[in-house]
């Protein structure tokens, strides 16, 4: 399926070198113009002229396949055509429309809520906020503290939630905050349930839930130290993270916890949500429910900037225009984002992806097989992460090894990125229109890249 929806099924590679000539001088052109603070180009030097499906060309023409899709936007893939026709075909009536109602607005919000797991269907109401994954989690924050008069909030160690003051405030990343503080205070950090690095120093087969003995002393010990939160923010699974996936039963006793201590649940899934896992919602997978969802990436459907809320109905007290914005419900956002979830249902990508998770598991497990360096392969849907280890007795972190897989993955026209506690896990987040063919064609060049980064390792002198 989807075999014709990108430049080619395999990577092509024409330069003699990566980067080419014209994507280095761009890159150069670049250095001059923007600030230091650009990242991305920095892991992977390339220039981009054009995309299709799971594949971009770079300026010199090499064609790459995209296991990243601009770090989890492009879910239905670069310049879908059935998206891009609809778009095309939005009515020249308004681009930008504050928070007016438009047709477009009420459809786009109809058809989020119907696509509701039955179980959330009619509990819930949406609230705009700026374009931005970390705009939807200060929201988030903002909605909890009015409805609980409480500020406390609980977050997780290995969390992301954004760049801005209060997403970064509850994001654990100490590089990242330790340049912007002080931070919003009264934010506390929880144990994830990170089974391959759990903090409490169990592994996957012992626990016992000790993260969560301990999250409930927090909450229920007069003496923890903690006011009572307003709010608890979880990713289902971590992106950034890692791609950690909780053990099954997981979050549903961390929202039991929170539920019978009056402390309102929000689950990011700016991430993890938009079918990335298979589902509207990555906590489909359990029997979790929440009070507040946020989502921005792919909800915009073709990559346009779009984020916003689902909160339950009785938390809707707050006064109106307690939250305010320019850019609150980007027009042809939503016009991307109604035609992308109108896409998912008839393509019936939820069994597309189901199909696709198998054979990336069944591959990356066989190169973890081969590897001495792989301490594990996770992954749900489309979402994949593979850890490198120095020893997977001791687990000591090896950054340098994924660094290096990157590399040899670009230079032959794979583009992965990298996250985890200590930037060691090599991470996937191709389009989910991504064919079966471009996936083996990926893998096949990450099991080389596996390959000749483990030989270079052996040969260097101790
Ligand atoms: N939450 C999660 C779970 C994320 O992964 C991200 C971005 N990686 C954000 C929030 C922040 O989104 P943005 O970069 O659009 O502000």
Redesign the pocket.
Known sequence: MFEDYHFSENAKIITEKVPGKKSLELLAEQEKLESRNRSYPRGIPIAFESAKGATVKDVDGNIFIDFFSG??VLNLGHNNPEILKDIKEFPDGIMHALDFPTNVKIDFMKELLSSLPENLKGKYKISFGGP??????EVAIKLARINTGRHTILSFQGS?????MG?LSVTSSIRHREKANPLIPGVHFMPYCSGYRCPMGMNNKKCNFECVHFIKNVLENPHSGVDKPAAIII?PIQ??GGTYIPRDGWLGKVVDLARKNGVMVIF?????GFYRTGKLFSFQHTNAVPDII?M??GIGGIGLPL?LILLRKELDTWEPGTHIGTFRGNQLGMAAGLSAMKFVKRMNIEDYVSKLEKVFLRELKAIEKKSKFIGEVRGRGMMFGVEYVKDKKTKEPFPELAKEIRKLCYENGLLVEIGGYYDNVVRFLPPLIISEKIVRNGLNIFKNANITASKNVNSKPE
Do not use: L, R, W
């Not at 931005?132 to 989690?137: E, L, M, R």
């Open positions: 770090c989890g931005t994954g970390s705009d939807a989690v992301y939630h954004g760049m801005t997403a990713e992106g950034e990011d899934e700016v991430q993890a946020t921005s990436k984020s």
